[in-house]
């Protein structure tokens, strides 16, 4: 079975411009949950989608958004980017989602500001 | 909220020594407590689970983890450890509000 996929795995971005990042979930699974990894924040929820709905939203700005798609696979956009997004985003996926079940991670998008 | 504390950001243990990385957590129920392994440059893969029953759970690459309820602590170890094992290590809790919440991870260096 095919793991999380997460495209594209490297982005540089330039200060202002928008990034769209893409994550394909295991086959079956409904839950998608993003995650943004710094070095001074560490592992920081952003949100979970199950399908089609935001059930939980992490404390960032709203320039931080979200989809999920009938097919499970999802979508997270940043717009206006700053300097401080740079980071690594990281897409877990997991069959229904709850607190009990254990997450599958991607190999996570590297994001770099310039 | 939940919360997860790890205390050792850095350990450093010789090939072939044992291993233990501390990990307590802060959860008002019954807490799911998963550790998980970053090696450099990848996503985190699932070393092992503990969700109720036997509060000695055996996980992946050799790695027993042990829940003490009256500690709060969930506490990862390993009887002899690989040149392999060295990566970041995370522990999280779960909870009904659909994410995990990670501890701060703690990198191990294993030295010849």
């Known amino acids: 079975k095919a793991g999380v996929t997460q495209t594209p795995r490297y982005l540089i971005k330039t200060r202002g411009q928008q990034v769209t990042l893409s994550c394909s979930p295991i086959?079956?699974?409904?839950?998608v949950s993003w995650y943004q990894q710094t070095p001074g924040q560490g592992l920081q929820f952003l949100f979970e989608?199950?399908?089609?709905?935001?059930?939980n939203k992490g404390n960032f700005p709203g320039r931080f958004s979200g989809r999920q798609f009938s097919n499970s696979r999802s979508e997270m956009n940043v717009s206006t980017l700053e300097l401080g997004d740079s980071a690594l985003y990281l897409c877990?996926?997991?069959?229904?989602?709850?607190?009990?079940?254990?997450?599958?991670f991607g190999d996570g998008t590297r994001l770099s500001i310039l | 909220a939940q919360s997860v504390t790890q205390p050792d950001i850095h350990i450093t243990v010789s090939e072939g020594a044992s291993l233990e990385l501390r990990c307590n957590y802060s959860?008002?129920?019954?807490?799911?407590l998963f550790w998980y392994v970053q090696s450099p440059g990848q996503g985190l893969q699932l070393l092992l689970k503990?969700?109720?029953?036997?509060?000695l759970v055996q996980g992946i690459k050799g790695f027993e983890a042990e829940f003490k309820r009256s500690q709060s602590s969930f506490n990862l170890r390993k009887p002899s450890v690989h040149w392999s094992d060295a990566a970041e290590y995370f522990c999280?809790?779960?909870?009904?509000?659909?994410?995990?919440?990670f501890g701060a991870g703690t990198t191990v260096t294993v030295r010849a």
């Open positions: 999280a809790v779960g909870a009904d509000d659909y994410k995990l919440s």
């Open positions: 989608y199950f399908s089609e709905t935001q059930r």
């Open positions: 503990y969700f109720s029953g036997d509060t």
């Open positions: 086959s079956g699974h409904r839950s």
């Open positions: 959860y008002g129920a019954t807490p799911y």
């Open positions: 877990a996926s997991s069959s229904s989602g709850g607190g009990n079940q254990p997450q599958h």
